[in-house]
């Protein structure tokens, strides 16, 4: 289109135009340094918003008022939308709420934009976990492991490994969480406190080896804690090492008179020693009464279970009580210094005997019990 | 341009020598003025300043709907029941007075108006108007009523594009396109997209596609769009999260969207052509009441625990994107949202409809998608893709813009991946759509306003008559200009046409009478002088595919006019004569 006459009527029309476009450019600065100042005054009021009620939100998630913190952290995120902390703080308060599959999303979110956020991959492997989805919050923990935290970082992974270890433990998952444990135990950074953790968890995951050798590590700086003795006297015990085990259970019954379970651990610890016919540094006339002992003992429970198992299930204990009654009259304290090769005949029975009614009749009796970890013991089981 | 620095330097130089040199460069620098001031160029640098100012001017807009919402609901995110309802009430009091006693044409959504202006006005938009729309749209908005704030801006925007080119009197032509200009602009920095805009004001504002618009509007789309990130960021409208593959079988799970997505459209067109014409019929002192009642009713349903539907709502699309609301929760929030927006329209609030729009679309989708998954377990649910498609869905069957729903979910998603889903799910949105409801919204709510704009939609569809649908085979034989004197002696005694093709070599055409022929046989028998009339008589030519309007320029001048091959331009395809046209286009009238 070429220049119409409407616009270049005026006598000097270029010049108009030019002061026209000198007068729109001179509006178009004042208007945006107009513009300028309004979005200064919007964004601090914006930003001003944001602080007090993310702070709110801070403060309620703290004293566990989760609504109140979503209230606070949703009203942040109006303000500040986008902002990594108040979504991350929302999905914690959500999560406190209950409301899990929101709190999933906010955090899925996140992660997409942070995926090597440590607390993001935390709380999403915690929501899995609690979803039965463990193969998802697997790795969600090992993400958060080796993840960047903002504070604290070795104590952030370490808390996270020791979820991930209470996952494998809960299902079941015993080698993962040994492996994991020896990891832990490797780059600890917590004091002796964590160190009898980690050694429970070991108990737990049924590596007594390594939970006997952190108990120690945490005796040797503490030697009075209750905790830490009791859980070594469990795993030497477990180990099989009853004389280990009656010494640290001895001091545990001392410093926590209540802990039942190491009270019972003890006295059989203390039957074990004496009931085993095969330790060593036995006299023979000690053995001999220790093997007529054992051999009363297996015939009383193999007695009392006859008369309390149904009959089809008592053929193989009738052959045993057989036997049992057929060396009755020779295993004596005379009888066996004359034949020592009895010991072993007598001591096979027993644990024979032991053996076939720990599996269905009752509860044992504590020396019932030490004949079978002796039983155990000596035949390498 | 380029030659600026040049004319300016020489011009300097100039001021030293003698006056006759100096008025030599005054005319250098008249004839740079006049090649930067001639008005297509001027129109251009124009249409920048168009694009900022709008954007500062949505800014603007912007900050006043956040303090009105700040000022009306206090600045926590659940306000309490007594202001969710009182707010939106009394906003729609107040709304009410100035509508009707200070802005009156600030009413309805903005878009019509753009059209209007381009239509009929000559492209005024009062200055009052965009202001009325700044004022009223920013208190609906903020005090909660189901509007969005993009079609104000697009006609905030039209507005100040109006009121510059009155003060720089620009010829009628442009005056006529500049509104349109100035609503991309404004649409643009509302939507934070250039595209979508652009695409939006050519399909649905101006419908035709010329060179010379088109970079106007592009130019104030990005310029306004520069401003609008200058001051509020370069974030898309909504965070996205990561979009996965989509599988081929997946697109029945959208196919489905698609036809919800459409009915859901035809609801709410369905509802503001049946409701707006009657709540506008009503004794006039209603209308002081009822922006206020539909503020009180939205008001009461956000109180039963759905604030969502109140104001533009982009934060719980953005929610809805992010997975934070669950299926069934997603299908109320649309249906309530459907209900608050038809409340707010009807009842003649300004305000605009994309924002509701999108928020049902994206609610839509991904309940749909939430359902679909819990249906078909196999259905992977991402809510962000199919809330996206959604938006799409409802841009697509309730505003009926295909390509700018298309290119609008892509621009505001930066994900390509998603262009199938949302191509197919829009076809069927827009098919069910237009089959159950014949008339584009923006078409119903200007009749109903008793105006006679354009249906651009309705122009889309429209079947074009073509050259070859006026085409008849030529009459008599064609003759050869080089053969003529041989011709001449074999058509001595052979009954002729009236009119005659004679072709030229090596592809032109020309004509020759009987008449002509008749006198060559008694006077010319050589052809000297036919020829010389041929060679003068050079015929215009058609190609069939052409629009049969163009015939119209040539049938009244030419007795015939030959269509000839595109690909070879002396195969003759056949002829057109004027009665052969408008034979044509009276047959198409009294089929129509």
Same mark, same amino acid.
């Given at each position: 289109?070429?220049?119409?006459?409407?616009?270049?009527?005026?006598?000097?029309?270029?010049?108009?135009?030019?002061?026209?476009?000198?007068?729109?450019?001179?509006?178009?600065?004042?208007?945006?340094?107009?513009?300028?100042?309004?979005?200064?005054?919007?964004?601090?009021?914006?930003?001003?918003?944001?602080?007090?009620?993310?702070?709110?939100?801070?403060?309620?998630?703290?004293?566990?008022?989760?609504?109140?913190?979503?209230?606070?952290?949703?009203?942040?995120?109006?303000?500040?939308?986008?902002?990594?902390?108040?979504?991350?703080?929302?999905?914690?308060?959500?999560?406190?709420?209950?409301?899990?599959?929101?709190?999933?999303?906010?955090?899925?979110?996140?992660?997409?934009?942070?995926?090597?956020?440590?607390?993001?991959?935390?709380?999403?492997?915690?929501?899995?976990?609690?979803?039965?989805?463990?193969?998802?919050?697997?790795?969600?923990?090992?993400?958060?492991?080796?993840?960047?935290?903002?504070?604290?970082?070795?104590?952030?992974?370490?808390?996270?490994?020791?979820?991930?270890?209470?996952?494998?433990?809960?299902?079941?998952?015993?080698?993962?969480?040994?492996?994991?444990?020896?990891?832990?135990?490797?780059?600890?950074?917590?004091?002796?406190?964590?160190?009898?953790?980690?050694?429970?968890?070991?108990?737990?995951?049924?590596?007594?080896?390594?939970?006997?050798?952190?108990?120690?590590?945490?005796?040797?700086?503490?030697?009075?804690?209750?905790?830490?003795?009791?859980?070594?006297?469990?795993?030497?015990?477990?180990?099989?090492?009853?004389?280990?085990?009656?010494?640290?259970?001895?001091?545990?019954?001392?410093?926590?008179?209540?802990?039942?379970?190491?009270?019972?651990?003890?006295?059989?610890?203390?039957?074990?020693?004496?009931?085993?016919?095969?330790?060593?540094?036995?006299?023979?006339?000690?053995?001999?009464?220790?093997?007529?002992?054992?051999?009363?003992?297996?015939?009383?429970?193999?007695?009392?279970?006859?008369?309390?198992?149904?009959?089809?299930?008592?053929?193989?204990?009738?052959?045993?009580?057989?036997?049992?009654?057929?060396?009755?009259?020779?295993?004596?304290?005379?009888?066996?210094?004359?034949?020592?090769?009895?010991?072993?005949?007598?001591?096979?029975?027993?644990?024979?005997?032991?053996?076939?009614?720990?599996?269905?009749?009752?509860?044992?009796?504590?020396?019932?019990?030490?004949?079978?970890?002796?039983?155990?013991?000596?035949?390498?089981? | 341009?380029?030659?600026?620095?040049?004319?300016?330097?020489?011009?300097?130089?100039?001021?030293?020598?003698?006056?006759?040199?100096?008025?030599?460069?005054?005319?250098?620098?008249?004839?740079?003025?006049?090649?930067?001031?001639?008005?297509?160029?001027?129109?251009?640098?124009?249409?920048?300043?168009?694009?900022?100012?709008?954007?500062?001017?949505?800014?603007?807009?912007?900050?006043?709907?956040?303090?009105?919402?700040?000022?009306?609901?206090?600045?926590?995110?659940?306000?309490?029941?007594?202001?969710?309802?009182?707010?939106?009430?009394?906003?729609?009091?107040?709304?009410?007075?100035?509508?009707?006693?200070?802005?009156?044409?600030?009413?309805?959504?903005?878009?019509?108006?753009?059209?209007?202006?381009?239509?009929?006005?000559?492209?005024?938009?009062?200055?009052?108007?965009?202001?009325?729309?700044?004022?009223?749209?920013?208190?609906?908005?903020?005090?909660?009523?189901?509007?969005?704030?993009?079609?104000?801006?697009?006609?905030?925007?039209?507005?100040?594009?109006?009121?510059?080119?009155?003060?720089?009197?620009?010829?009628?032509?442009?005056?006529?396109?500049?509104?349109?200009?100035?609503?991309?602009?404004?649409?643009?920095?509302?939507?934070?997209?250039?595209?979508?805009?652009?695409?939006?004001?050519?399909?649905?504002?101006?419908?035709?596609?010329?060179?010379?618009?088109?970079?106007?509007?592009?130019?104030?789309?990005?310029?306004?769009?520069?401003?609008?990130?200058?001051?509020?960021?370069?974030?898309?409208?909504?965070?996205?999260?990561?979009? +996965?593959?989509?599988?081929?079988?997946? !697109?029945?799970?959208?196919?489905? $969207?698609? @036809? /919800?997505?459409? =009915?859901? #459209?035809? %609801?709410?067109?369905?509802?503001?052509?049946?409701?707006?014409?009657?709540?506008?019929?009503?004794?006039?002192?209603?209308?002081?009441?009822?922006?206020?009642?539909?503020?009180?009713?939205?008001?009461?349903?956000?109180?039963?625990?759905?604030?969502?539907?109140?104001?533009?709502?982009?934060?719980?699309?953005?929610?809805?994107?992010? +997975?934070?609301?669950?299926?069934?929760? !997603?299908?109320?929030?649309?249906? $309530?949202? @459907? /209900?608050?927006? =038809?409340? #707010?329209? %009807?009842?003649?609030?300004?305000?605009?409809?994309?924002?509701?729009?999108?928020?049902?679309?994206?609610?839509?989708?991904?309940?749909?998608?939430?359902?679909?998954?819990?249906?078909?377990?196999?259905?992977?649910?991402?809510?962000?893709?199919?809330?996206?498609?959604?938006?799409?869905?409802?841009?697509?069957?309730?505003?009926?813009?295909?390509?700018?729903?298309?290119?609008?979910?892509?621009?505001?998603?930066?994900?390509?991946?998603?262009?199938?889903?949302?191509?197919?799910?829009?076809?069927?949105?827009?098919?069910?759509?237009?089959?159950?409801?014949?008339?584009?919204?923006?078409?119903?709510?200007?009749?109903?306003?008793?105006?006679?704009?354009?249906?651009?939609?309705?122009?889309?569809?429209?079947?074009?008559?073509?050259?070859?649908?006026?085409?008849?085979?030529?009459?008599?034989?064609?003759?050869?200009?080089?053969?003529?004197?041989?011709?001449?002696?074999?058509?001595?005694?052979?009954?002729?046409?009236?009119?005659?093709?004679?072709?030229?070599?090596?592809?032109?055409?020309?004509?020759?009478?009987?008449?002509?022929?008749?006198?060559?046989?008694?006077?010319?028998?050589?052809?000297?002088?036919?020829?010389?009339?041929?060679?003068?008589?050079?015929?215009?030519?058609?190609?069939?595919?052409?629009?049969?309007?163009?015939?119209?320029?040539?049938?009244?001048?030419?007795?015939?006019?030959?269509?000839?091959?595109?690909?070879?331009?002396?195969?003759?395809?056949?002829?057109?004569?004027?009665?052969?046209?408008?034979?044509?286009?009276?047959?198409?009238?009294?089929?129509?």
């Amino acid at each position: 289109m070429s220049v119409t006459p409407e616009r270049h009527g005026s006598p000097f029309p270029l010049r108009r135009d030019a002061v026209t476009l000198a007068l729109l450019t001179g509006l178009t600065v004042v208007s945006f340094v107009c513009v300028e100042g309004l979005s200064r005054i919007y964004f601090e009021t914006q930003d001003s918003l944001a602080q007090r009620w993310s702070a709110r939100g801070a403060a309620a998630l703290q004293s566990r008022n989760y609504k109140a913190a979503v209230d606070g952290y949703r009203t942040a995120l109006l303000y500040a939308r986008g902002n990594d902390g108040y979504q991350l703080g929302l999905a914690q308060a959500l999560l406190g709420e209950g409301r899990i599959d929101e709190a999933n999303g906010y955090l899925r979110n996140l992660h997409d934009e942070q995926p090597e956020n440590g607390l993001v991959n935390l709380e999403l492997a915690r929501i899995a976990s609690s979803k039965g989805d463990p193969g998802t919050a697997i790795r969600f923990y090992h993400n958060a492991i080796y993840a960047t935290w903002p504070a604290n970082e070795e104590t952030e992974r370490e808390n996270a490994r020791l979820e991930l270890i209470r996952l494998f433990l809960r299902n079941h998952a015993q080698a993962q969480a040994q492996s994991e444990l020896i990891a832990l135990a490797a780059n600890m950074s917590g004091g002796e406190r964590s160190r009898t953790q980690i050694a429970g968890l070991f108990l737990e995951a049924q590596d007594y080896a390594h939970a006997l050798s952190e108990y120690r590590a945490s005796l040797r700086s503490n030697p009075r804690d209750a905790i830490a003795l009791a859980g070594a006297g469990r795993a030497a015990f477990e180990l099989g090492h009853y004389s280990t085990a009656r010494r640290y259970l001895a001091d545990a019954a001392v410093l926590a008179p209540h802990d039942k379970d190491s009270a019972g651990r003890l006295r059989i610890a203390d039957l074990v020693i004496a009931m085993d016919p095969f330790r060593q540094q036995i006299r023979v006339a000690e053995r001999n009464r220790v093997v007529v002992k054992d051999f009363a003992a297996a015939g009383t429970r193999l007695t009392a279970c006859l008369s309390s198992v149904p009959t089809p299930a008592t053929a193989q204990l009738q052959t045993l009580e057989q036997s049992w009654s057929k060396l009755k009259r020779k295993v004596t304290e005379t009888g066996l210094r004359r034949n020592p090769d009895l010991v072993d005949a007598a001591m096979e029975l027993v644990f024979d005997i032991e053996r076939q009614t720990a599996a269905g009749c009752g509860p044992p009796t504590d020396t019932d019990t030490a004949l079978v970890l002796i039983a155990k013991m000596h035949e390498g089981i | 341009m380029a030659s600026l620095p040049i004319l300016l330097t020489e011009r300097h130089a100039d001021v030293e020598s003698d006056g006759s040199e100096v008025s030599r460069a005054e005319n250098r620098f008249s004839t740079f003025l006049e090649y930067l001031f001639r008005e297509d160029r001027f129109f251009l640098v124009l249409s920048v300043f168009i694009g900022v100012l709008s954007g500062l001017a949505v800014v603007c807009f912007r900050f006043s709907i956040d303090w009105c919402r700040i000022y009306f609901f206090g600045s926590g995110a659940q306000p309490s029941t007594l202001r969710l309802i009182l707010a939106p009430t009394i906003g729609g009091l107040v709304i009410a007075v100035l509508v009707i006693h200070v802005f009156p044409l600030a009413r309805g959504s903005g878009v019509n108006q753009t059209r209007a202006a381009l239509f009929i006005y000559d492209g005024y938009i009062p200055l009052r108007t965009g202001v009325g729309k700044f004022i009223t749209s920013a208190l609906a908005i903020g005090s909660g009523q189901s509007l969005g704030p993009e079609d104000p801006s697009l006609q905030i925007g039209a507005t100040l594009a109006s009121a510059l080119g009155r003060r720089l009197r620009l010829s009628r032509d442009r005056m006529r396109l500049i509104a349109p200009v100035g609503a991309a602009a404004g649409l643009a920095a509302a939507f934070n997209a250039p595209i979508s805009a652009v695409l939006f004001v050519i399909e649905e504002v101006i419908g035709r596609w010329t060179a010379g618009i088109l970079g106007s509007v592009v130019l104030s789309a990005v310029s306004s769009v520069v401003v609008m990130r200058w001051f509020l960021g370069s974030e898309p409208l909504f965070r996205i999260p990561q979009v +996965g593959a989509i599988r081929p079988l997946e !697109l029945i799970a959208y196919s489905v $969207l698609g @036809i /919800v997505g459409g =009915l859901a #459209s035809v %609801v709410l067109a369905s509802g503001i052509a049946v409701l707006r014409p009657r709540c506008k019929s009503l004794a006039p002192w209603t209308h002081y009441f009822q922006p206020a009642i539909a503020g009180l009713l939205i008001g009461g349903i956000a109180a039963l625990r759905a604030p969502q539907v109140m104001g533009a709502g982009y934060e719980y699309m953005d929610e809805a994107i992010h +997975g934070h609301f669950t299926w069934q929760f !997603l299908a109320i929030l649309a249906l $309530l949202k @459907i /209900v608050a927006t =038809l409340l #707010s329209y %009807v009842s003649g609030t300004p305000g605009g409809m994309f924002a509701p729009t999108l928020f049902i679309g994206a609610m839509l989708g991904a309940a749909v998608g939430g359902a679909e998954h819990a249906l078909f377990p196999l259905i992977a649910w991402s809510p962000g893709t199919y809330a996206l498609v959604g938006m799409g869905v409802l841009f697509a069957g309730f505003l009926r813009a295909p390509m700018t729903s298309v290119f609008m979910v892509m621009e505001v998603s930066g994900n390509y991946s998603i262009i199938v889903p949302v191509i197919v799910a829009n076809t069927f949105a827009y098919v069910i759509s237009r089959g159950i409801h014949e008339t584009a919204i923006f078409d119903v709510l200007t009749r109903q306003d008793g105006l006679e704009l354009p249906s651009m939609e309705e122009q889309r569809e429209e079947g074009i008559l073509r050259v070859e649908d006026a085409m008849k085979p030529p009459i008599g034989p064609i003759l050869n200009a080089a053969n003529l004197p041989s011709w001449s002696a074999r058509l001595t005694n052979v009954k002729l046409p009236g009119v005659m093709l004679v072709r030229v070599e090596p592809s032109g055409w020309s004509s020759v009478t009987r008449k002509e022929i008749e006198s060559l046989s008694d006077a010319d028998r050589g052809g000297t002088h036919l020829r010389s009339v041929l060679a003068n008589r050079q015929l215009p030519c058609l190609h069939p595919d052409q629009p049969l309007d163009m015939a119209l320029r040539y049938v009244d001048r030419w007795p015939v006019v030959p269509v000839v091959n595109r690909a070879d331009l002396s195969q003759l395809e056949g002829v057109v004569t004027q009665s052969s046209v408008l034979e044509r286009y009276r047959d198409t009238d009294s089929a129509g």
